[in-house]
């Protein structure tokens, strides 16, 4: 697989209509790489192995490597709360007393956390956000549950920069990126410019969306960071080499490497492309060995990214429009597979009778700040509306309605695929009623 890697990546995103793709292998103790399209449909420029893609939430990562080595200084604790070091941190419930940064970094905080209020472009811009804060919402109490939250790591690079005594960027450059050996990034658009960077595409005809970066105040979540995919390989060989960059520089230690890998909350629902487990920043995945690593997604971007440590095996993907499940299907899980000899198991289809379940517990309205889910029941299932808010909206996300059918426990599935994929919804039920409708996100009942 990985000597076809051309040709399979370019034939895939023939069938899939990428507009452009960049993949990265680091297999059999070399670098493997391939691209595939354009960068930019507007402009025609080639995307090649060393443009730059949004990499969306794989940035958790590099931000939680900073707060690990923050830790390791003995400047920050893991189990104390985030206010020790951010006295200005607080949120609607008061819940901001028991917050730890460890609930911060295995998402398990409590409060709402897609807000992506843009503060600004200035270096108080995380300041803002964290007061910003302040009337973020109560979802559930903190340690109780895995809701995946990009405000809860916007906290965390701004208690990187408070500890610091600067920005968040700053920090990632000197205490990772500079000593890791990364040279195609950028945190600002003003150095996307020198590098074949990608756009964002949007829907099924691929049009280049015309914002193309989000707010910096969600920089530590996600928002900005441009990377080429042999970069995040390079991050994934540190971790391979605990902690080491490529020229024998410590950035972390090994039992910092170890704790970040170790699991530390279960992720409700059916696996697919999201973990079964969180670390420290780490998705954890449970493949018969070993597999850890992070996706990314902003708007008309998206990343995969994998680390095998048993395998001696990373590799990275980004995709810069729809057909990125086509490629990952076509060209990296039988890659994954060959490479690793791991049983990485196939993306949940329903069955063919699914049983017919009483909707009644699971019907109603499941609501957050950017997204809320209408229940209602439907020919022994259950008709589900996703409703995207304001921003999600901008973003090019529409009001779509499907069938689930049962699949397994409180799990649905979507009767007809898109994409050529069944989206999986679980429900989370307290006394014979669901209080939670979970995709990753725990969205309480409204």
Known sequence: MVENLQKNLDEAAGRHGVPGAAIAVWAGGRLVEAATGVVNRNTGVETTPDSIFQVGSTTKVWTASLIMQLVEEGLVELDRPVRDYLPEF???????????????????????????????????????????????????????????????????????????????EQAMRERLMGPLGVTHSALFGEEAVLFRTAAGHVGPEGTVHPTWQMPRSNAPAGSTMCLAPR????????????????????????????????????????????????????ELFDWGGEVFGHDGGTVGQSTFWRVVPGS??????????????????????????????LAVPDFPVPAQAPRAVDPTPYTGRYAEPELSYEIAAADGGLEITVIPGEFM??????????????????????????????????????????????????????
């Open 90 to 168: 607080a949120v609607a419930d008061g819940s901001e007393q028991v917050i730890t940064v460890r609930h911060l970094l295995t998402h398990t905080g409590g409060f709402v956390g897609d807000l992506f209020e843009d503060t600004g472009r200035g270096d108080d811009c995380l300041g803002k956000y964290v007061e910003y804060l302040h009337g973020a919402g109560h979802v559930h109490a903190p340690g109780a549950l895995f809701s995946y939250c990009n405000s809860g790591f916007c906290v965390l690079g701004a208690l990187v920069a408070r500890v610091r005594g600067t920005t968040w």
């Open 312 to 341: 001696d095996f990373v590799v990275a993907m980004s995709v810069n429009g729809d057909g990125f499940f086509g490629l990952f299907v076509d060209v990296v899980l039988p890659l994954l597979r060959e490479a690793t000899g």
């Open 231 to 282: 970069e995040l390989v390079r991050f994934g060989r540190m971790f391979l080499a605990g902690g080491l960059a490529e020229d024998g520089t410590r950035l972390l230690s090994e039992e910092s490497v170890a704790a970040m890998r170790t699991p530390q909350v279960d992720v409700p629902g059916v696996s697919g492309l999201l973990a079964n487990r969180w670390g420290l920043g780490f």
């Open 393 to 446: 909206t901008e973003a090019g996300a529409q009001r779509t309605s499907a069938r689930y059918v049962h699949h397994d426990g409180h799990s649905f599935i979507t009767a007809e695929s898109e994409n050529g994929r069944h989206e999986t919804v679980t429900f989370i039920v307290e006394d014979g009623r669901a209080a939670y409708l979970h995709n990753g996100r725990a969205l309480p009942r409204a």
